[in-house]
């Protein structure tokens, strides 16, 4: 009887969002080590409101939205902008902190040019009509949601060279992880497999997203 041979297998590592008393999560950490994030309060707001529009009945939706589409806009969500999806439209709009913060705000606009007072302008049309919570404009998947970190460490877990995969799993650890392991991957020869391994993941986070919210896609 022959023995199986047994599998070796990278370590599997997985590191939760960090958050503490004031952050639900923290994003990041300022040059003097102050983290920055959203706060318990913000993360709240953000499941009141996403409750309330549960509980709305949304406008048709124009047509099947393509997975391709939201995950290029996926790929420029960032911690100071939010991209919603408007179902009404088959639109992708964009709405950032700070012309969210300059449409809130009783400062005059005239010191800006045209062209910023007319975004401004917009965002305060969108932000009203958000507060009637019909449901119309979705927000796509937050940083958080798609917690590039952990697709990181599951592509390290695909990989067959046991000597590559150590040396990424290895990059990943520590502060400067997305730097460093965009080095090893040049190191070693494998963006391609990382993006295409990468563009799967957000697809599968896309079409989660889509059948949570009752949004009809595509390919």
Known sequence: MT?????????ELFMEPENDDRFAYIAGYTSGGAPYGITWEEQDEIERRAAAKKSATPPEQKEPVSLNDIVQEMQIVSDAMTVYFQRSTGKFIMVTDEYVYAAESDDPLDDRPEWEQEIIRET?????AEDGGDGDNVPLPTRYDIHEYAIMERFCSTLDNLKIAHDLFRSIAGKGAFRR?????HRHGIEKSWYAYKDGAYKEIAQEWCEDHGISWRE
Do not use: I, N, W, Y
């Not at 392991?181 to 991957?185: G, N, Q, S």
């Open 181 to 185: 392991f965009k080095d090893a991957l």
């Open 124 to 128: 305060a049309v969108f932000l009203a």
């Open 3 to 11: 023995k199986k041979k047994s599998e070796k297998r990278a370590p």
